[in-house]
């Protein structure tokens, strides 16, 4: 595939453009623009498609927040849409590992809810979710947030995103400001960042990745080499060891390969098979240790990623943590839980077959979003045909990026979405300049996608 087709996939994709429910919204843009249909907010939501109802969604990220505004896009104003999210305002775990070489700053990755709220018409409310009561047919269920209040929907969209395991040794408080994960971006980003600064010259990075699934496939080899890339312009004889729960390079494995045995070779050493068993945190400046299957190791800085599992309003609720306590089972052409009738989940708490991407929480909001709408009009059967796209870019450098694509297809038998034979993945044969330019691209569109 050519560079410059595979860009203009991701922007169609990012569109939603190779989605069925796209026709909805090309529908809609068509109203609009022939002035058949009024707005409402102050906004292009359309007046009435026909759907009529309510729809709360928890957690305001890239699955949440896509699902909120293009619930009103095609469902109208008559789909009335409560987002509520425990902060003011999201910060991207995207591009996150480029605050570590100081290209990127948290704030810059910050991003509020306000043209949510303006242009679409969404009730965002800011709390913690802490109960759920599903709907019952076409009745209403309900959410109870931490200080008490209630609110309640025809249907529910649960997109809490993930939560980790305990790591023995590691408290949150150590985690915060000692060894930290940085893998739910935010301030424990900035500390990481900061910490690396701070690295002695000829000092050691350690860093630890947990069995799969994980958000972002090739998220932490892709911090690995940002780190190298730092440390050999910054602080000359430093490593960077990577000790790996799985077997082999999760994604992208041409590209990793490439980058730590030529780009940073000498920095990174890439150890698979190896299971984190404890930590011991050194507060007062000191090296930390990390034990694992294979014996201990020193670190100025450490960086431990633990186990991940779904959302804690999930992992709470035995009937949707379906899959093996840790993960939501949902029906791949709804997004609604195999286990609690109306209550749908999306992004990373899901267990669908696919990548547990921002790409593909954005590409799942929106099928989740059209089959709701369809639901809500009463007259339409949820696609029975899904397809999705998940890109992502993997800077190796701090101007150089790879790439990596894969359409997923419905598989009927499992109810599954599976790689369409022919369709990815697909990686980049080296990584570029070029492609870090169009990492860029990809990002604002992606993001704008979901919260503009
Ligand atoms: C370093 C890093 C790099 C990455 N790079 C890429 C990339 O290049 N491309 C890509 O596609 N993906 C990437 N990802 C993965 C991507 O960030 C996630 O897959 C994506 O954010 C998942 O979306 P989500 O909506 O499920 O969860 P999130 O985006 O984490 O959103 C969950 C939201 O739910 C809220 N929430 C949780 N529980 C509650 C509750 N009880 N009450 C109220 N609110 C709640 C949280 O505050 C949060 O805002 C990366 C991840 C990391 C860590």
Redesign the pocket.
């Known amino acids: 595939m050519k560079r410059r087709q595979f860009v203009g996939l991701l922007g169609a994709s990012a569109l939603g453009l190779l989605l069925p429910g796209a026709a909805f919204a090309d529908d809609d843009r068509k109203r609009r623009s022939s002035g058949s249909t009024s707005t409402s907010a102050g906004t292009g939501v359309p007046a009435d498609t026909g759907a009529v109802g309510s729809v709360v969604v928890?957690?305001?990220?890239?699955?949440?927040?896509t699902a909120a505004k293009f619930l009103r896009l095609w469902g109208g104003s008559k789909v009335q849409v409560t987002l509520?999210?425990?902060?003011a305002t999201?910060?991207?775990?995207?591009?996150?590992?480029l605050v570590l070489n100081g290209s990127t700053t948290m704030s810059q990755l910050t991003y509020n809810y306000n043209t949510l709220r303006t242009v679409y018409g969404i009730n965002f409310v800011q709390?913690?979710?802490?109960g759920i009561v599903p709907p019952v047919g076409a009745g209403m269920g309900s959410v109870s947030?931490a200080d008490g209040r209630v609110l309640t929907g025809n249907k529910i969209i649960l997109?809490?995103?993930?939560e980790f395991d305990a790591v023995p040794g590691l408290t949150p408080a150590l985690q915060d400001n000692y060894v930290t994960h940085?893998?739910?971006?935010g301030e424990q980003?900035t500390k990481l960042a900061s910490q690396i600064r701070n690295m002695p010259a000829g000092g050691t990075f350690v860093m630890t990745i947990p069995a799969s699934p994980y958000?972002?496939p090739?998220?932490p080899y892709?911090?690995a080499c940002i780190v190298a890339d730092y440390l050999k312009k910054n602080k000359p004889g430093s490593k960077v060891i990577i000790l790996d729960a799985n077997p082999f390079i999760q994604a992208e494995k041409h590209t990793f390969e490439t980058a730590f045995g030529v780009t940073h070779a000498g920095v990174i050493d890439y150890r698979p098979n190896q299971v984190v068993a404890s930590v011991v945190v050194n507060t007062t400046g000191g090296k930390h240790a990390v034990s694992t299957n294979f014996g201990t190791l020193f670190a100025d800085v450490l960086n431990v990623i633990p186990a991940h599992k779904a959302?804690?309003?999930i992992t709470d609720n035995p009937a949707l943590a379906n899959v093996g306590g840790r993960w939501a089972g949902v029906d791949v052409r709804s997004y609604e839980s195999t286990g609690v009738p109306n209550v749908y989940v999306?992004?990373?708490?899901a267990s669908s077959g696919q990548p547990?991407?921002?790409?593909?929480?954005n590409q799942e909001?929106k099928l989740c979003s059209d089959a709701i709408t369809r639901a809500l009009r009463g007259d339409l059967i949820p696609n029975s045909a899904p397809k999705t796209n998940?890109?992502?870019?993997?800077p190796i450098t701090a101007d150089k990026a790879s790439w990596l694509t894969v359409v997923y297809g419905y598989d009927a038998v499992n109810n599954r979405m599976v790689a369409v034979p022919g369709a990815g993945p697909i990686e980049a044969a080296v990584a570029t300049q070029d492609n870090f330019n169009d990492m860029k691209k990809w990002?604002a569109t992606?993001m704008a996608d979901s919260f503009a």
């Not at 928890?58 to 927040?65: E, I, L, Q, R, S």
């Open positions: 928890v957690g305001g990220g890239m699955a949440g927040a509520v999210d425990q902060n999201y910060s991207s775990n995207i591009m996150s590992n709390g913690s979710v802490v947030l997109a809490p995103g993930i940085a893998w739910k971006a980003t958000r972002c090739p998220g892709e911090r959302g804690k309003i999306i992004g990373d708490s547990k991407a921002g790409h593909i929480a909001a998940s890109a992502c870019y993997s990002f992606l």
